[in-house]
């Protein structure tokens, strides 16, 4: 079957740095998103991976290695608004998102 | 009114009763989704829909049917339903239907969050 694992929860203290990391076992692989969702609202886009390598978006960067299965989400210089769940999600040979169960971040002064 | 438009945002519901969810899109997009989220589970997919046409129905139970008259709506009727249907209902949409060409982005609304009693 296809699975997307990640951390349930993760804590880390405001100004620091933290990496949520996505596992994967899919059919096929056409692409790794990251999408951030506030409690009570829409998830929103944060990145997009096909190739290896960092991509490095302000505040936020997303790796990834196919070879591995594997991803991470780093958030640098954290602020309070960054609390949220970060959802990992890859497009599977059929173009299909295949989602995780979402990553909740909580952030401490 | 810009992006993706959800309502109601909160329902509340008897298991005889029928209601609709609506979902409107303002960025001219083709396709446009209905997502279940659960606490704590993945996003479960329900239904896809490009250019009005239905190409995605994930096994969802008859008890919920969805419209999409034309590329901008996206209706999702509920009709007995079951206090195991109690989650957030998303509406997405995206310019093409294949999550990965073109990045795929989608655009999610708020969600309609349904209480089944």
């Known amino acids: 079957g296809q699975n997307i694992d990640q951390p349930t929860e993760m804590t880390a203290t405001e100004g620091a740095i933290v990496q949520i990391n996505c596992t994967y076992q899919?059919?096929?692989?056409?692409?790794l998103f990251w999408y951030q969702q506030h409690a009570g609202e829409a998830p929103t886009f944060l990145s997009y991976?096909?190739l290896d390598g960092l991509e490095e978006k302000g505040r936020f960067s997303s790796f990834l290695s196919r070879s591995k299965g594997y991803s991470y989400l780093l958030l640098k210089e954290l602020q309070m608004k960054d609390s949220a769940s970060y959802l990992c999600?890859?497009?599977?040979?059929?173009?299909?998102?295949?989602w995780g169960a979402g990553t909740k971040l909580i952030i401490k002064p | 009114e810009t992006g993706v438009t959800q309502t109601p945002r909160h329902l509340v519901m008897g298991m005889t009763n029928k209601k609709s969810l609506k979902c409107e899109q303002h960025?001219?997009?083709?396709?446009m989704y209905w997502y279940k989220q659960s606490a704590k589970k993945p996003l479960e997919l329900m239904f896809v829909?490009?250019?009005?046409?239905?190409?995605e129905n994930n096994s969802v139970p008859s008890r919920f049917s969805p419209e999409c008259p034309n590329s901008s709506h996206l209706f999702l009727h509920l009709h007995t339903l079951q206090p195991e249907d109690s989650a957030l209902y998303l509406c997405?949409?995206?310019?093409?239907?294949?999550?990965?060409?073109?990045?795929?982005?989608?655009?999610f609304g708020e969600g309609s969050r349904l209480t089944v009693l």
């Open positions: 829909y490009n250019f009005k046409e239905q190409t």
């Open positions: 991976n096909v």
């Open positions: 899919t059919s096929g692989f056409n692409g």
């Open positions: 997405a949409s995206s310019q093409g239907d294949l999550a990965g060409a073109n990045t795929g982005e989608l655009f």
């Open positions: 960025l001219g997009h083709n396709a």
């Open positions: 999600a890859v497009a599977d040979s059929n173009y299909q998102l295949i």
